[in-house]
């Protein structure tokens, strides 16, 4: 155990060595082209696998949940009844949380869409995405990217850093009016009460870094239902629906 703790230390290490290397400008120039033309590869493939999708609602949550939790189970049934409602599916592709809502999807009959990252550990798409709707990204940037252009609305399951990442990603993008005003649900009160108070607490009351209003763009709840019927009812207002 200690072996592999002082590997990865040291490969860490001469990661940050690396950014302190000093480059000549051929250097620079021809490896910022290559790294613009990747990016630009993956922006149009996405563009062009994602531009006739129709409505879809993205479903966040961690890759290590396994298939017997409480919220694998949850998050099938938040997929099936998004389907059921006429909308698609987009996750990250991986396993957990991901898998499940593409196995939700799938298993209902609807779109699966999977937005796979590629990482050092190999992340593999999970066997419920369509295939002709599955992407593999090198750059998260790329892949938050599609999973807000290309959504009505976010369904935030319990998840890590990952899912904190792109919550607050969606949530920020709204609040600044970069994109619509779609719906964020998280599910599961227990789990995500914490967060929201200290939201509320530190940095409305305490600290005034927000808008009380930027409280009303967070729903929490504790069942599929409830947070299916949060997307219904927010798009019934405005006399919205589903149209594939």
């Not at 129709?54 to 099938?76: L, N, Q």
Request: glycine letters at 10%; a negative charge; one cysteine or more.
């Amino acid at each position: 155990m200690a072996e592999k703790k002082n590997k990865i230390n040291e490969e860490e290490v001469e990661r940050i060595k690396e950014a302190f290397e000093k480059k000549d400008w051929a250097e620079i120039k021809s490896a910022n082209s290559w790294v613009i033309f990747k990016v630009m590869a993956e922006f149009v493939d996405g563009f062009d696998k994602l531009a006739k999708i129709g409505p879809c609602v993205s479903i966040f949550g961690s890759a290590r949940t396994p298939s017997d939790h409480k919220y694998y189970k949850m998050t099938e049934e938040v997929a099936k009844l998004l389907v059921e409602h006429g909308y698609g599916v987009i996750t990250g592709g991986g396993p957990g949380i991901m898998e499940a809502g593409n196995k939700g999807a799938h298993d209902a009959g609807g779109k699966s869409v999977g937005l796979n990252i590629v990482l050092p550990f190999e992340q593999d798409g999970n066997p419920y995405i369509d295939r002709d709707k599955m992407l593999n990204f090198d750059y998260f940037f790329v892949r938050k990217v599609m999973f807000v252009k290309y959504s009505q609305g976010f369904v935030v399951m319990p998840g890590g850093l990952g899912t904190l990442d792109e919550l607050f990603e969606a949530y920020t993008l709204i609040q600044t009016k970069k994109i619509g005003r779609f719906p964020i649900v998280l599910v599961g009160i227990d789990y995500w009460k914490g967060l929201m108070d200290w939201v509320k607490s530190t940095l409305l009351e305490k600290e005034n870094n927000i808008s009380a209003e930027d409280l009303d763009l967070i729903h929490l709840v504790d069942t599929p239902k409830e947070a299916v019927k949060i997307i219904e009812d927010f798009y019934g207002k405005y006399l919205l629906s589903p149209n594939f």
